[in-house]
């Protein structure tokens, strides 16, 4: 039997756009990139610290700034440069571990989606 897909009164459900989709995948190439150069970069007591570390720093961020909701509002230009701060981040990283193409298609996607992105949010 299938489902009808009509709305239902007083249910929201959130449209979900490919761009955040898009944003989503970043994330989650962000903080799978930091957890592995933190693995695999540092000997065994630090690879603890930062592999499990700095992904959590980073989702900390993103849920106080960078979320769909963030619990702290900041303005645009400021939300754009802790953006660009984790992307540089996860670049650098890919760029230590020996991997500079990998580190440039990343801050390219990752770039590009955040300018579409902010350029629709002030429109």
Do not use: C
Request: net charge positive; no cysteine; proline share 8%.
């Amino acid at each position: 039997m299938p489902q009808d897909s009509a709305a239902v009164p007083g249910v929201n459900r959130p449209n979900i756009t490919p761009l955040e989709i898009v944003r989503a995948i970043v994330l989650i190439v962000a903080l799978f990139s930091l957890g592995l150069w933190g693995f695999v970069s540092w000997p065994l007591p630090m690879n603890l610290v930062f592999g499990i570390g700095l992904p959590v720093i980073v989702l900390v961020v993103w849920a106080l700034f960078l979320s769909p909701k963030p619990v702290l509002r900041l303005h645009p230009f400021l939300r754009a440069v802790v953006e660009l701060l984790i992307y540089v981040g996860v670049t650098l990283a890919w760029w230590a571990m020996g991997q500079g193409w990998a580190g440039i298609a990343f801050a390219v996607v990752a770039v590009g989606a955040g300018l579409i992105s902010g350029r629709r949010a002030l429109s």
